[in-house]
């Protein structure tokens, strides 16, 4: 059986102001959690068969899982990119109305968006994962 752990806290993000993005993050989590089955049913955990599936047979200690947040350099986030590089960009597969284009990277909005200017001078938001730089591309053909 699946259970779920469901535990509030707070998200803290550091940004910094010069080069306008995000340079870190970390989840501080409250000190209740409460459990509940697949289908949304609350476990007690002064219930005998409820805290066997949470504590296990005999247990006394509540499973835990470190709250551990990717930074923003390990998701490969907009830190990537800088003003001025050559990207090539490709549309998402959920409604972007836009083809593949390259262009230039011309700044960055909301601490997740690229703004990439095409060679018509159109600007398009994108999100990292959809650009892959041309100057690391062509680094490595060398």
């Known amino acids: 059986m699946i259970i779920t752990k469901i535990t509030n806290g707070f ?5 910094d102001t010069k080069p306008r993005r995000f ?5 501080i989590s409250a000190d209740d959690s409460v459990w509940e089955t697949e289908v949304g049913d609350a476990l007690c955990k002064t219930d005998n068969d409820d805290a066997a ?16 947040m990717k930074q923003p350099a390990e ?5 990537r990119f800088k003003i001025g590089d050559k990207v090539l960009a490709t549309p998402d ?3 972007d ?14 601490g997740e968006l690229v703004t990439v200017e095409d060679q018509d001078g159109d600007c398009f938001d994108c999100y990292p994962d959809q650009l892959e730089s041309l100057e690391e591309k062509d680094r490595t053909k060398d």
């Open 93 to 95: 597969q959920t409604g």
């Open 53 to 68: 599936l949470i504590y296990g047979e005999g247990g006394v200690d509540e499973p835990e899982l470190a709250m551990e």
């Open 75 to 79: 998701i490969g986030g907009i830190d």
């Open 11 to 15: 998200v803290c993000q550091r940004f």
């Open 23 to 27: 340079v870190g993050q970390e989840f």
């Open 97 to 110: 109305t836009w083809n593949e284009f390259q262009g230039t990277v011309k700044g960055f909005r909301a």
